[in-house]
């Protein structure tokens, strides 16, 4: 599957699957996330930030799955701790989740991960 039909399947949705591979066990594992779309990017915000698992998983391993219904798509993760880059992942979230949902659900906000569609 191209990006851009990847692109086109993320088109009015708010979730995907990631699965990453276990920086210790090597087992894969797979969690719904919430993300943002912007051009080619998929944009992530670890609910804790630093701390999720998820995130330091990739950090070892940056190859990660991507998967919406049927359609999977296998990807590099670009996580950072650029402060530039994760506060407009932030506002994106904000933008297209409210503030309020940020305040509830993400209690750290100092990583981010992009991901851009092939």
Do not use: Q
Request: with cysteine.
């Amino acid at each position: 599957m191209s990006g851009e039909d990847f692109a086109r399947a993320l088109s009015g949705r708010r979730e995907l699957k990631i699965t990453v591979r276990g920086r210790k066990s090597g087992k894969e594992s797979s969690i719904p996330v919430s993300f943002v779309l912007k051009g080619n990017t998929i944009h992530l915000l670890p609910v804790k930030g630093s701390s999720s698992s998820w995130y330091r998983n990739i950090l070892k391993n940056r190859v990660m799955k991507i998967a919406i219904e049927d359609r999977s798509l296998e990807v590099k993760a670009i996580p950072t701790d650029e402060p530039d880059k994760v506060k407009e992942t932030v506002r994106l979230f904000e933008e297209n989740f409210g503030a309020d949902h940020l305040d509830k659900w993400y209690s750290g906000r100092d990583v981010c991960v992009r991901i851009r569609l092939p």
